[in-house]
């Protein structure tokens, strides 16, 4: 497996930016996932599938793309876990959203085996994975980002320095939490004009021409809530929750107020007792329309 990079975990992000990966490095690529799915799709891309254990034998550079923090915790930390394999000169990047204590301590015990860590959170949609387009914030040393940056550049268009490490999960998680409460506000403002008569559509395509326009709105405004789709294997209402969890113990670390971001996380829990759990996360709209009976 010389010049060759692992890949662990190619779910509904992880997928897209391997073959992504796979297409344009020009490196061999070998990845690992529980579900055999995706596994057996990237193959065509010239992906092989292989388990944790090949690819900390033989990959020097190992990308990590996990639903949350217990999955990087048990993948690193756990009984023979990527730590107990780590090797002078191994570079692990962490794409999955994970708390940013989490990131630090990665970060040190990485570091005390003579090997790089860095954060490294994506942003966007699940097009974007498909297409390249995604925003990356990496947390880490700068020689470390220089390093992975033209690697990272095969999966996104924006690749952005955020700091020591930590600081790019902080900048991912707030990022969620600032798009989570918009969402909110689209949410109530569409219930609002339906429950007066004014036609949703009108409402946010005249949103667009002013000061209240956003991504959020021409995206998971106008493309979710206005016509009512909310798939699954998008961006679910859990892992929404996961995120905005991580936001909110920030905030409660540094005694930071965030009220907002509870309302955000409220609505949503809503959603999920309601059975929207697996559906993308703009589905908090039926959290109001069950509230005022207006669904």
Not at 195 to 207: C, I, M, N, S
Not at 237 to 248: C, M, P, R, V
Request: proline letters at 4%; one cysteine or more.
């Amino acid at each position: 497996m010389t010049e060759s990079i692992g890949f662990i975990g190619v779910g509904t992000m992880g997928e897209p930016m391997c073959r992504n990966l796979a297409r344009k490095s020009g490196l061999k690529v070998f990845a690992a996932d529980r579900d055999p799915a995706p596994l057996k799709r990237l193959e065509a891309d010239g992906v092989t599938a292989a388990s944790i254990d090949e690819i900390a034998e033989g990959c020097r550079t190992i990308l990590l793309s996990l639903p949350g923090g217990n999955e990087v915790e048990g993948v690193c930390f756990g009984e023979g876990g990527l730590l107990s394999k780590a090797k002078l000169g191994w570079t692990v990047i962490d794409l999955s959203t994970a708390p940013v204590s989490l990131a630090r301590r990665l970060y040190a015990e990485f570091e005390g085996k003579a090997s790089a860590f860095a954060d490294a959170p994506v942003a966007r949609t699940r097009q974007a994975a498909i297409d390249g387009t995604l925003s990356i914030m990496v947390g880490g040393t700068r020689d470390c980002f220089q390093r992975i940056e033209p690697l990272l550049r095969h999966m996104a268009s924006e690749v952005t320095y955020c700091g020591e490490a930590g600081s790019g999960q902080a900048v991912k998680i707030l990022n969620n939490m600032i798009l989570f409460q918009t969402g909110v506000a689209l949410a109530e403002a569409l219930s609002i004009a339906r429950a007066h008569g004014v036609d949703g559509k009108v409402l946010f395509e005249t949103l667009t021409k002013g000061s209240a326009d956003s991504f959020a709105l021409r995206n998971h405004g106008m493309k979710a809530m206005l016509p009512g789709v909310f798939p699954e294997r998008a961006f679910s209402t859990e892992y929404a929750l996961k995120d905005l969890s991580y936001a909110i113990q920030m905030a409660e670390e540094q005694g930071v107020p965030a009220l907002g971001a509870d309302v955000a996380r409220e609505l949503m829990e809503r959603a999920a007792e309601l059975g929207h759990g697996k559906e993308y996360w703009p589905v908090l709209l039926r959290a109001i329309e069950d509230a005022t009976g207006k669904g």
